[in-house]
């Protein structure tokens, strides 16, 4: 079931780009403004102090008179930690263009994965993800949460069921496995996972156990508009909004959508974690979503063009981008079922190591040295000594990251400008 926007709009016959565009707002609740206004304010008068019982047994129990249906909202508003209207507006809108029930929205991508993990892991669980992953995520299942008791397994190819299943066997050995997490393409290499495979394993463990775990995927490198893991069947897509969905390289935020269940958990426990969206970030998120799948489709157009340029560099040794991968090869024949895309961010890696890469970076006019992706500027960083500083050595290599590697976000320049950098760069290695 796809949401429905509080006031009753229609999601499911209209495309996601469309729903991007307005959708979630009616701008009869703010005198007719075509945009929605920024609600400033971190509390919210009762009419009566009924209704201010009312408004909190619909919060906590949803029930009620004002325990809505429709699953974006339960009563009305209280305190901004619990909710707001940007939050309102901006969660039904993801939902919508993910083709999920319901979404919510976080401080940060990091604080998205941070709830689903305080919210479904318990002491005793396990937790299976594949490598590589976002060094964040890596941290917190592999370092963080078995602080709480939790243990982890991990898998590094995504596509091959024997060592998926093999991978899920030794996380069921060390306890109940409640989630199984996804990152696909992978951050930095571009590494893809078989949602159908995830989804397959997580539904034989149910019928197995009795308990099924839940399907998490991280959808931040292609984002919404090329692909959808929600109708996959994962139980929670999460994006980290602060890359291509706000685009601008100007603010963090993160999504998570799926089943109005689960949403529901999640952003009870967001009221004790404090880490809800705030009201101007939400707005800028909002106001974003309605360009980024042009932004995506120029950033893609780019980055094709210069991954074509860095394949042919007798400087580079490889190039990982989604784009090339070989006809009748497992990972090809995934992206064909599951990408309408390649995404703007690949890595490369130089001959060398770190020294050469270090002076190739050094020398660049235009693209700038900072981490993050999914930004209107090209970024580049050398993953070992960045993003991925306190992965270990041997999972890092694990994962394909070696001292030459480095990871690009291509933006919206012209592409000749792009190519005539790292050309000049490259002569530095
Ligand atoms: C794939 C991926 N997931 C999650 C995150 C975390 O998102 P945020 O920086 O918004 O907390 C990042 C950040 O780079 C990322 O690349």
């Not at 696909?184 to 149910?206: R, Y």
């Not at 981008?321 to 090869?329: A, K, N, R, V, W």
Request: aromatic residues 6%; charged residues 20%.
């Amino acid at each position: 079931m796809v949401a429905d926007s509080p006031k009753g709009q229609k999601a499911r016959s209209l495309r996601p780009e469309t729903l991007a565009v307005a959708f979630g707002y009616d701008p009869a609740d703010a005198l007719g403004a075509v945009k929605p206004p920024v609600y400033l304010t971190s509390t919210f008068i009762y009419p009566s102090a009924q209704h201010a019982k009312d408004v909190h047994e619909a919060f906590f129990e949803g029930t009620g008179p004002l325990a809505e249906t429709g699953g974006q909202k339960r009563g009305g508003h209280i305190y901004s930690r619990l909710g707001h209207p940007g939050l309102d507006i901006l969660e039904s809108r993801l939902a919508a263009i993910d083709g999920a029930e319901a979404a919510a929205a976080f401080s940060s991508g990091m604080a998205a994965h941070s709830s689903i993990a305080l919210t479904f892991v318990r002491p005793g669980d396990s937790v299976l993800h594949g490598r590589p992953i976002y060094g964040g995520v890596d941290m917190l299942y592999g370092s963080v949460m078995p602080q709480f008791g939790t243990h982890v397994e991990t898998y590094t190819d995504g596509t091959d069921p024997v060592a998926v299943r093999a991978a899920a066997r030794a996380a069921l050995a060390k306890g109940p496995l409640a989630l199984i997490v996804a990152e696909t393409p992978a951050n930095p290499t571009a590494a893809i996972v078989d949602l159908d495979l995830m989804v397959a394993v997580a539904d034989e463990i149910g019928r197995e156990t009795g308990r099924r775990p839940l399907v998490v995927v991280d959808n931040t490198l292609l984002g919404p508009f090329s692909q959808r893991p929600i109708e996959q069947g994962v139980d929670l897509c999460m994006t980290s909004l602060t890359k291509y969905c706000a685009g601008h390289s100007d603010l963090l935020a993160g999504g998570v959508s799926g089943k109005l269940e689960l949403i529901h958990q999640l952003r009870s426990l967001r009221t004790t974690w404090g880490n809800h969206l705030d009201p101007f970030t939400a707005w800028l998120v909002v106001r974003s979503l309605e360009s980024a799948s042009v932004r995506i489709e120029r950033a893609m157009a780019n980055a094709r063009t210069v991954a074509e340029f860095l394949r042919d560099h007798p400087k580079v040794a490889g190039v990982t981008y989604l784009g090339f991968l070989q006809e009748g090869t497992p990972q090809r024949a995934v992206y064909d079922r599951q990408c309408k895309g390649a995404g703007s961010t690949f890595s490369f890696h130089v001959h060398g190591g770190e020294a050469e890469s270090f002076r190739m970076l050094d020398a660049l006019k235009l693209l700038k040295l900072a981490v993050s992706l999914g930004g209107s500027e090209t970024l580049i960083c050398h993953s070992a000594t960045t993003t991925h500083y306190a992965v270990a050595r041997e999972a890092r290599l694990a994962g394909g990251i070696t001292d030459g590697t480095m990871r690009l976000s291509v933006g919206l320049e012209h592409v000749d400008d792009l190519i005539a950098d790292l050309a000049q760069a490259l002569e530095a290695v």
